[in-house]
């Protein structure tokens, strides 16, 4: 009976806290599906955009994990060619 079901906030807060210092951003669109953008709110750099992300796919604190993972993981793939370039 959709106890497990995340509400949107607390999905926002994990996410966000995982992410942290970044900065998220959460759009939900018409289908019901997620945009997250992740930036800089010191500077402005936006490092990573997310689209069509699925609330109805997230139902458990382990679905949450992974998607927080690989959030992280692309944020690193993004940001690594950035801070090699001296």
Known sequence: MGAGMFT????R????EALLPLTCEFTLCRDSSLT????DAESGRV????????V??????????????ELRYELH?????ETLSI
């Open 8 to 11: 949107l906030a607390q999905l």
């Open 13 to 16: 807060n994990c996410i966000e």
């Open 36 to 39: 997250l953008k992740v930036f």
């Open 47 to 54: 490092d990573l955009v997310v689209t069509g992300i699925s």
């Open 56 to 69: 109805n796919k997230l139902k458990t604190p382990q679905d949450v994990a992974t998607m927080v993972e």
């Open 77 to 81: 793939s993004n940001t690594v060619g």
